[in-house]
Structures are given as C-alpha cells and as structure tokens.
C-alpha cells in the first residue's frame, strides 16, 4: 500500500466553483502534513501546511482527520490561476523527517 | 523560509557521460534531500544528503550511480553517472530545517536533464 494516496483526477471546474481534494495516508504516525502546488514545468511550491485544528488561508481552507488517516482541500471561487496539480505530502517524524509525496491530483479551471 | 537555487537549470548530455548537479541554500538547512520527477509523475526521493558522512539512498538508486556530496549546512551535488536515456529527468533539490524556523521543505527550480 502506498503511504500516500490521492485521486489523480482530472479535475476540470468552471471558474468560480468550489472543489475539494482528498487524501489519505497509511502510516498512523504521521506527523506533519502540507499540500504543494506544483505548476507545469516548474518545482513543487508549498501552498499550505495543514494543522490538525485546519487552518484557511484566504480561499484554501485544509482538513485533517487523524482518525480516518486523510486530509483534505478545499478551494472556494475558483481561479484560472488555480490550474496546476496539487500534491499531498505527509512526513513521518520518527524515521528521520522523511517526506512522502503523494502522485498529485490535476486541477483545471476553465473559464 | 528558505530561497534554494540549482545549476544547471538545465542540459543535454550524450549517454556514458556524467553530470554534476549543484543546489545552494541561502541559509543553514538541517537536511537536504534528491528527488527526481519524470514527466507527468510525482516526486521520487533519491537519497538525503548528509553533512559530513555519505547519503542515505532510497532502494532503487546506488551510490555508485548517484555520488552525492554535501560538505556544509548549505551546499550538495547530485552526480548522475554514466547515463543512459532513462536518466532523463528533472532532478530536485530540496532544503528542510526540521524545526519552527523552517518546518516545511521547500525546492530548488530544478534541472531538466536529456540524456542523447
């Protein structure tokens, strides 16, 4: 099983809709989670870590259920901006602050 | 967080060759990590970089194949040896303080790399 799993879509959205992402992680002792951006052809960016209060930042709001191991995004008014693949990622603290990189799921707005 | 800058941003090498990969942190990083991305796939964790002592490889990748170097808190090097057309990539360097002060992980641009 794959220590981080994501829907790869893809996601295709009108402007100005709500859509949210899902993913889920096998290993319970997780510690830290975040959600990366990545554009075409370009690094992967750091959208937002995700706190297991969840936090929103503007029109990105991020969930974490420790029970059920997955974390989510949720991205309101959607923007032709928004367009790229958004990655999971997951570190698991006690095996020396290794990341896991889930395979991204593909987002695009259309206008 | 933490401004990280590769080079070359990108080449083209004929196969047999070696390439040396160079990423510089603006800051003391506690690890630093090499990943390679194919096209349309996510990231694959190549090895971490250690300060001072040899780097941890993830199965799959050898030493032998992939030489790494870091001899300070700000600076590694990604040897892709001997290549083939498989080797074709992006590689990635990536930077981590491990604590408040950075507690996420943050790229470097990368290095598009086409074997001939």
């Known amino acids: 099983r794959k220590e981080v799993e994501q829907d790869p879509g893809p996601f295709n959205v009108p402007e100005g809709a709500t859509v949210a992402f899902n993913c889920t992680y096998s290993n319970s002792a997780s510690q830290s989670f975040f959600w990366y951006r990545q554009d075409c052809r370009k690094e992967p960016k750091l959208l937002m870590s995700?706190?297991?209060s969840g936090n929103e930042d503007g029109r990105f709001t991020a969930q974490l259920n420790r029970a059920s191991q997955y974390i989510s995004l949720l991205i309101r008014d959607s923007k032709l901006s928004d367009s790229a693949t958004y990655l999971c990622v997951v570190n698991k603290l006690n095996t020396g602050n290794q990341f896991y990189f889930g395979t991204g799921t593909s987002l695009t707005v259309i206008p | 967080s933490a401004v990280i800058s590769q080079k070359p941003s990108r080449d083209i090498c004929q196969r047999g060759t070696s390439l040396t990969i160079q990423c510089q942190v603006d800051?003391?990083?506690?690890?630093m990590f090499w990943y390679r991305q194919q096209p349309g796939q996510s990231l694959t964790l190549i090895a971490t970089?250690?300060?001072?002592?040899?780097?941890?490889?993830e199965s799959g990748f050898v030493i032998d194949k992939f030489p790494i170097s870091r001899p300070n808190l700000t600076f590694s090097t990604l040897t892709v040896s001997n290549m083939s057309p498989e080797d074709s990539s992006i590689y990635l360097c990536?930077?981590?303080?491990?604590?408040?002060?950075?507690?996420?992980?943050?790229f470097g641009p990368g290095t598009r790399l086409t074997v001939t």
């Open positions: 800051s003391q990083v506690t690890m």
């Open positions: 970089a250690n300060q001072g002592s040899e780097a941890t490889y």
């Open positions: 995700v706190y297991s």
């Open positions: 990536s930077a981590y303080g491990g604590d408040g002060r950075m507690a996420e992980q943050y």
